[in-house]
């Protein structure tokens, strides 16, 4: 069992940047794929960002392009959110997914098998 614990939220003035941290308890998988959700209130939870085991492959949501970087150290178990130019609507709570293999359906909450509790990330305008 792959349990992720997620850091590095908090408060932050637009335009601020923050990196959130997703530490995995267990080696993650070879060949599988790590992301990032987040969830604002009232709203469904929507997929952010996601790297492949090599982190040389990253995709994300429209959104974010060009402010967020997703990244992984493997000899670390850690995924990275490194989260610049930050806006008021994306204050939400981040979480970090894992999947032992890879799949197309990536940006699919409901294709991961391991979850983390979330950090709340507030943005103040």
């Known amino acids: 069992q792959v349990q992720l614990v997620e850091s590095g939220g908090g408060l932050v003035q637009a335009g601020g940047s923050l990196r959130l941290s997703c530490v995995a308890s267990?080696?993650?998988?070879?060949?599988?794929?790590m992301s990032w959700f987040r969830q604002a209130p009232g709203k469904e939870r929507e997929f952010v960002a996601a790297v492949s085991w090599t982190g040389r492959t990253t995709y994300y949501t429209d959104s974010v392009k060009g402010r967020f970087t997703i990244s992984r150290d493997n000899a670390k178990d850690t995924v990275y959110l490194h989260m610049n130019g930050l806006k008021p609507e994306d204050t939400a709570v981040y979480s970090c997914?894992?999947?032992?293999?890879?799949?197309?359906?990536?940006?699919?909450?409901?294709?991961?098998?391991?979850w983390g509790q979330g950090t709340q990330v507030t943005v103040s305008s």
């Open positions: 267990a080696r993650t998988f070879s060949g599988g794929i």
């Open positions: 997914a894992a999947r032992k293999s890879y799949l197309d359906t990536y940006y699919e909450a409901y294709e991961y098998e391991y």
